[in-house]
């Protein structure tokens, strides 16, 4: 993160909490990532390249599995298009948990089995629901939610959790998007420490 240094002078601290005859450095972070909206002429593949390259730079120097999850839910919401809900679920062991996220408030805890996320952990494998209403047990955290992807999280042969998106369009995800999901489970995965 990159650090940029002013100094107020005096007469320039109205409501900074400095007196009107003082001076004072201050230091800003600027801002580490600018996540530009993904161009509408951006090839899948290409775009999926894209986020795995800024995800490597992101997981750079850091395995905590929460702080690389927020990250990665968090450039995954402002990068991908039309997504109104990203993030992860944790296997803690019957029950997936909620991790970090963005988007609205979600269902806290959710069965293996039920609905598409516990749908992916029981048959092992990344789950793509064009239209969630058509799918049997669909669990609606969000009523404006159309369709769903879910990719497993593999850890040494077992399943420790889920990456979840969700649009409000129908037929959002396709295949070009389960493979650039579950290459970037994979490196979430890779770069961090176990839950």
């Known amino acids: 993160m990159q650090r940029r240094s002013a100094r107020l002078r005096k007469g320039e601290a109205a409501g900074s909490g400095v007196a009107p005859d003082e001076s004072v450095a201050i230091e800003e972070e600027a801002p580490m990532f600018d996540v530009p909206p993904p161009s509408p002429d951006l090839l899948k593949g290409d775009l999926y390249d894209r986020l795995r ?3 490597t730079a992101l997981f750079m120097g ?3 599995p929460i702080a690389n999850a927020a990250n990665m839910a968090a450039l995954l919401f402002h ?4 997504l109104n809900w990203a993030g992860f679920y944790v296997l803690r062991g019957d029950d997936l948990v909620l991790g970090p996220f963005q ?3 979600a269902c806290v805890r959710i069965a293996v089995g039920r609905g598409v996320c516990g749908a992916a952990v029981a048959r092992g494998e990344t789950l793509v629901v064009r239209d969630v209403h058509a799918f049997p047990g669909h669990i609606a955290c969000d009523g404006t939610s159309q369709s769903e992807l879910v990719a497993p999280l ?9 990456l979840d998106l ?6 959002r995800f396709d295949e070009a998007d389960r ?7 994979a490196l979430f995965m890779a770069a961090s420490d176990p839950f």
């Open 62 to 64: 850091e395995r905590d």
């Open 103 to 105: 988007g609205k408030p």
């Open 154 to 162: 593999w850890r040494e042969g077992r399943i420790a959790g889920v």
């Open 166 to 171: 969700d649009s409000s369009r129908l037929n």
């Open 179 to 185: 493979r650039g999901c579950e290459a970037l489970a």
């Open 53 to 55: 390259r800024d995800l």
């Open 79 to 82: 990068g991908l298009p039309d």
